[in-house]
T-cell receptor, first 114, second 112 residues
Framework: EAGVTQFPSHSVIEKGQTVTLRCDPI?????LYWYRRVMGKEIKFLLH????????ESGMPNNRFLAERTGGTYSTLKVQPAELEDSGVYFC????????????FGSGTRLTVV | GEDVEQSLFLSVREGDSSVINCTYT??????LYWYKQEPGAGLQLLTY?????DMKQDQRLTVLLNKKDKHLSLRIADTQTGDSAIYFC????????????FGTGTRLQVFP
């Protein structure tokens, strides 16, 4: 089966611009997660979807970040307007069952804001 | 609070054992995990341990859990150059086991 796919793999944008990251989970996985790793720091949870609903968005940094999962399939994470501190690697993961070892991560999108 | 700490770097010779250490703060975590990230790749789950276990072994990997000290370690026996990667320790959040709390990652470099 295809894994979790993220697009683009890299993005370089200027401060103030808008960027949209996309995640295609494994087909049939209801749970979808976004995480972020800022350079050299820990990987931090952003939010969790169950199908199209936001189950937990406690990790979203501020209202410049908007995550959607229309129809419960792929998800997008939009940053508008981007700031320098948004630079990092954004990981998406999906799972069929909740908790334990059900996570499958994508390769991440490396976002650089200049 | 939620905090998972790891040392940043570890360098070992091929064939030796590697031990990567991690400390965590939430004693109520249900699961503790080790993930591996190779260059350009996503996070790969290596192994996990339930909080009521002390040890788990899987081929070359041994996970030790000291609940009293909130210390988790990953031992890789007969380390190979292909083991070079970043290793992340993670714990499940106490109220939401879907949510993982990661450490900063330990970069393991294996030299011949």
């Amino acid at each position: 089966e295809a894994g979790v796919t993220q697009f683009p793999s890299h993005s370089v944008i200027e401060k103030g611009q808008t960027v949209t990251l996309r995640c295609d989970p494994i087909s049939g996985h209801d749970n979808l997660y976004w995480y972020r790793r800022v350079m050299g720091k820990e990987i931090k949870f952003l939010l969790h979807f169950v199908k199209e609903s936001k189950q937990d968005e406690s990790g979203m940094p501020n209202n410049r970040f908007l995550a959607e999962r229309t129809g419960g399939t792929y998800s997008t994470l939009k940053v508008q307007p981007a700031e320098l501190e948004d630079s990092g690697v954004y990981f998406c993961a999906s799972s069929q069952e909740r908790g334990q070892d059900g996570y499958t991560f994508g390769s991440g999108t490396r976002l650089t804001v200049v | 609070g939620e905090d998972v700490e790891q040392s940043l770097f570890l360098s070992v010779r091929e064939g030796d054992s590697s031990v990567i250490n991690c400390t965590y703060t939430d004693s109520s975590s249900t699961y503790l995990y080790w993930y591996k990230q190779e260059p350009g790749a996503g996070l790969q789950l290596l192994t996990y341990i339930f909080s009521n276990m002390d040890m788990k072994q899987d081929q070359r990997l041994t996970v030790l859990l000291n609940k009293k000290d909130k210390h988790l370690s990953l031992r890789i026996a007969d380390t190979q150059t292909g083991d070079s990667a970043i290793y992340f320790c993670a714990e499940s959040h106490r109220y939401n086991t879907d949510k993982l709390i990661f450490g900063t990652g330990t970069r393991l470099q294996v030299f011949p």
